[in-house]
């Protein structure tokens, strides 16, 4: 089993910047090692889940949804077992609670996940 925390989400004004974190532990993760790639998907009230961005296990290679383009970026330190969300110039449609998620594949499809985490809000206003 893995477990996913994330933390960071809270309440900002349109153009600031948060980074959310994600930590991940559990038997498959201490124990085993295995090279799970990261992914982040959001999901705002009324919405479906959207894409955000994944990282390949070894961070070399990194994607991101098209709404967030050049303002998000995904890191992750493998010795801390922890993925990264530095998001800037946020916009009030980017009010979503954001989920990270481990999957053995690199993939945009939430589908493709095994494990999730509870989620964090994050607010923009105008």
């Known amino acids: 089993q893995v477990q996913l925390v994330e933390s960071g989400g809270g309440l900002v004004q349109a153009g600031d910047s948060l980074r959310l974190s994600c930590a991940a532990s559990?038997?498959?993760?201490?124990?085993?090692?295995?090279?799970?790639?990261m992914g982040w998907f959001r999901q705002a009230p009324g919405k479906e889940r959207e894409f955000v961005s994944r990282?390949?296990?070894?961070?070399?290679?990194?994607d991101y949804g098209d709404s967030v383009k050049g303002r998000f970026t995904i890191s992750r330190d493998n010795t801390k077992n922890t993925v990264y969300l530095q998001m800037n110039s946020l916009k009030p449609e980017d009010t979503a609670v954001y989920y990270c998620?481990?999957?053995?594949?690199?993939?945009?499809?939430?589908?493709?996940?095994?494990?999730w985490g509870q989620g964090t809000q994050v607010t923009v206003s105008s």
């Open positions: 559990g038997h498959t993760f201490s124990t085993y090692k295995v090279n799970y790639n």
């Open positions: 998620a481990a999957s053995l594949k690199y993939s945009s499809l939430g589908a493709s996940y095994n494990y």
């Open positions: 990282i390949l296990w070894g961070g070399g290679v990194t």
